[in-house]
């Protein structure tokens, strides 16, 4: 039985930081990902990586304020934020997924099979 828990959610003020925590318990992980969903919209991708080669993705809306990475073990992923904008206000969910030989980051809800109950995320504008 594959948990996610997830931590570090909280209210800023936009320019603040907040990180966020996710430790996978059960079983080992191909790769891990930070989704996000607005009161409203759809869950979206945020952050993803792969434990093959450490490799990872980011969407646009986020390059170069979030950083994703994760613990010796890969067990633990974190999702540093920076510059935070009222617009990245959301609930974060932590996904994963486990699949031998995975090939890529995987951007789409529907591609994971495990995740955390989810962390609310407020800035403030």
């Known amino acids: 039985q594959v948990q996610l828990v997830e931590s570090g959610g909280g209210s800023v003020q936009a320019g603040g930081s907040l990180r966020l925590s996710c430790v996978a318990s059960?079983?080992?992980?191909?790769?891990m990902a930070w989704f996000r969903q607005a009161l409203g919209k759809e869950r979206e991708f945020v952050a993803g990586f792969r434990s093959l080669r450490s490799v990872t993705a980011y969407a646009d809306s986020v390059k170069g304020r979030f950083t994703i990475s994760t613990d010796n073990t890969k067990s633990t992923v974190y999702l540093q934020m920076n510059n935070l904008k009222s617009e990245d206000t959301a609930t974060y969910y932590c996904?994963?997924?486990?699949?031998?030989?995975?090939?890529?980051?995987?951007?789409?809800?529907?591609?994971?099979?495990?995740w955390g109950q989810g962390t609310q995320v407020t800035v403030a504008s």
């Open positions: 059960g079983r080992a992980l191909s790769a």
């Open positions: 996904a994963g997924r486990y699949i031998q030989h995975d090939s890529a980051v995987r951007l789409r809800p529907d591609e994971y099979d495990y």
